[in-house]
């Protein structure tokens, strides 16, 4: 959907460098989601925010990632020391109900594609 | 913990072939379950939501049914057209925060 904005759509990063992902959400939405694709692999969750809050990050890796969703401005998945194994597509997804709702359809953006060399 | 299957992993059909997608899951204690369509190098496109308390959902050449207490699902495409090669995702809502997805089927119609 190409209302939830992702950028860049594609990033080289050499091994130990930093990969920031951005992430808009379709317009009026205020809840975010991360979500990792492998090369022939399903998706895979990796956080959920709010606006100022990680709801769950049960998915996400311990080291070297994080993720932030500022009360202006887009949300951020940050890649610290990269290795070739974090090399994936990730995905953005928004909503807007809280995940408590249950029922919330998602909304995903195209994608950031990250290469480590 | 929720599995998805997808099967077949692949899948190809004459044009004008009507054809059914297969979805599985392991826990029917689900919220909804949301069918995506893929094209390569791209994101998820939303093709169908079905609700735990609905049987099926409907949109153009596409049915989607549900049957949550064997925990599968399908996807029903009439008369395929070559526009319709992608992959196709299976996702279901299992958590309050969270979507299980198979890992597809790729769908090539051949002209």
């Known amino acids: 959907n190409a209302d939830v904005m992702q950028n860049p759509r594609h990033l080289v990063r050499r091994r130990g460098q930093e990969a920031r992902l951005r992430c808009s959400p379709m317009?009026?939405?205020?809840?975010v989601y991360w979500y990792r694709q492998l090369p022939e692999e399903g998706l895979k969750f990796m956080v959920y925010l709010q606006k100022e809050n990680i709801i769950d990050e049960s998915g996400m890796p311990k080291e070297r990632f994080s993720a932030e969703f500022p009360k202006e401005g887009p949300s951020i998945l940050r890649i610290q020391q990269v290795v070739r194994g974090d090399s994936a597509a990730y995905f953005c997804?928004?909503?807007?109900?809280?995940?408590?709702?249950?029922?919330?359809?998602?909304?995903f953006g195209e994608g950031s594609r990250l290469t480590v060399l | 913990k929720q599995e998805v299957t997808q099967i077949p992993a692949a899948l190809s059909v004459p044009e004008g072939e009507n054809l059914v997608l297969n979805c599985s899951f392991t826990?029917?204690?689900?919220?909804?379950l949301q069918w995506f369509r893929q094209d390569p190098g791209k994101g998820l496109t939303s093709l169908l939501l079905i609700q735990s308390s609905q049987r099926e959902q409907t949109s153009g050449r596409l049915n989607a049914s549900l049957d949550k207490s064997s925990g599968r699902s399908t996807l029903y495409i009439a008369a395929s057209q070559p526009g319709d090669s992608a992959t196709y995702l299976c996702?279901?809502?299992?958590?309050?925060?969270?979507?299980?997805f198979g890992t597809g089927t790729r769908l090539t119609v051949i002209p």
């Open positions: 826990d029917s204690a689900i919220y909804n």
């Open positions: 996702a279901v809502k299992a958590g309050a925060n969270n979507l299980f």
């Open positions: 317009k009026g939405h205020s809840h």
């Open positions: 997804a928004s909503s807007p109900l809280g995940s408590g709702a249950n029922t919330g359809e998602l909304f």
